[in-house]
């Protein structure tokens, strides 16, 4: 092989050789520019993901101080049973016996409304019932 040939090969695969680590090199110097993008990124991330926790934890406390407040206080409006079939046959016993309203209320230990209420839904079944007699 001739010498010019030679040089020209060498200074070929040089230029070659040069190419590829300039190119090597863009390649390391564009995955650290990412790098540090995604780590500027994930820091971002990791600084809302804080604010989101101390907003739920924050919400969540002051659930459970409402929870423990209303369980504290004391209910005005306490939720009694539904009248019963036994509640609403003593009612209607005590009645045939002849005992007035407020007496039923008293010895049943309920409110008179419901007593009064319970004797108008009786009355109210009876006339459906029984129709009244025409007068003759």
């Known amino acids: 092989m001739s010498a010019s040939i030679a040089y020209t090969l060498f200074g070929a695969t040089l230029s070659a050789l040069s190419a590829a ?41 002051e659930l459970r101080s409402s929870d423990t407040a209303i369980a504290a206080t004391p209910s005005e409006y306490s939720v009694r049973p539904s009248l019963n079939l036994a509640k609403r046959t003593g009612i209607l016993r005590h009645h045939r016996r002849g005992e007035s309203a407020e007496g039923i209320a008293t010895a049943l230990q309920i409110p008179r409304s419901e007593v009064d209420l319970v004797l108008k839904i009786h009355q109210i079944g009876l006339q459906m019932v029984v129709p009244a007699k025409e007068p003759v």
């Not at 090597?24 to 780590?39: I, M, N, P």
């Not at 993901?49 to 919400?59: C, E, H, N, P, S």
């Open 21 to 61: 680590a300039l190119f090597v090199v863009y390649l390391k110097w564009t995955a650290r520019r990412k790098e540090a993008g995604w780590r500027e990124s994930c820091a971002l991330l990791s600084e809302e993901v804080g604010v989101v926790r101390q907003q739920y934890d924050a919400l969540r406390a």
